[in-house]
Every structure is written in structure tokens, then in C-alpha cells.
């Protein structure tokens, strides 16, 4: 499913502004470089809020604490990621499409980030969860909140101050805006 996730909206976006590109030359750089960092914390984050809910009957066993299930759920779900991002570079680089970074040490930063900001919501979350249990849908919501403010889909910078200055405090715009800096000189 991320898979299917990021390569869709990369082909719509790539297809559907053609004529007048978002950001740089290629739209399917910029829209990747926005998705990418999505995945990395949407799938992490939502599977460690919900590994003790999920896995309850593995708790029966003495040794297994709620955090072991967190932090399982965590680690699988991140190289799941990792494993997704890897695919759809392949993909593209077999196109013939410019994926790789002008900074490799910058995307790298910017990918460890998002993965820490997403192991590290869920575990707040989870916490959150077991004390509240309709924060399950909070947590739903708030993530397709964070997925349509945090310039996936349009450079931050285009946006009016007022609107820039609340965007800013959605911590996943910053990962998309660093890992778009690893592509493009100068941006953010």
C-alpha cells in the first residue's frame, strides 16, 4: 500500500501540472520529495499507536511488555518504509528520471528525522491511547491533518505569510522542506 501510495500520486501529479511544474523542472521530484518523508512518518507512526490494541493476547506472556510491541511494531513498519522508498527510487532511476539527491548527507538527516518524529509521535500516542481510547480516531485525523499541511503538494514558500507561520508548527512540513533541500540548491 505505500507503494501504491507514493507511485500514484507521483504519476497523477507528474501528468496533471505538466505544462506549468510546481517546483523545479521535474514534478515528480518535488511530489515524491513531499510523499517520501509522508510514508516514512504515517505508517510508522499509526501501526506503534496501535501495537498493544492489536497485539493484546501476546501480552499473556510474562516477558513481552506493551513498550516490546511499540517498539516492534516500530521497527517493522520503518524498514517497511525504507524498503518502499528503495523500490520507488529503483522504479524511477530505471525511467531514466534525475531521484537521486544533490546532497546525500542532507536527505539522510532529513529521512532519520522523519523516522524518529514518527517513532516517537506513536509512542505518544499510544500512551495517549491507553488513557484515552478515542484518541485512536484523534490520531487518524490529526495525521490527514499533518498530510495536507505540510507542503506535499506546494511549496511552503508560495504560501501567504500568515498562512506560512501556522503551517510552520506542523514538525512534518520541516522534514519535507529538509529533504527537499537535499534536492534542490537553496530551497527553504
Known sequence: WPLTHLLALTIVFTFMRRAAPIFGDNNAIFVATGVAP???AMYPSRTTSTAVDAHKSVLMFPAIR???LMLARAVVETLAAFSVVILFVSIVYVFDAEILPNDHIVAAGAIFATIYLSIAFGLLSASIIA???FWQTGH???LVFIYLSSGIFFPIE???ETTRSILWFNPLAHCVEWLRSAYYPGYG
Do not use: V
Request: glycine content about 0%; proline content about 7%.
Open 38 to 40: 509522508y510514508i516514512l
Open 66 to 68: 506493551p513498550f516490546d
Open 131 to 133: 488513557i484515552f481510547n
Open 140 to 142: 487518524a485525523i490529526l
Open 158 to 160: 508560495s504560501a501567504s
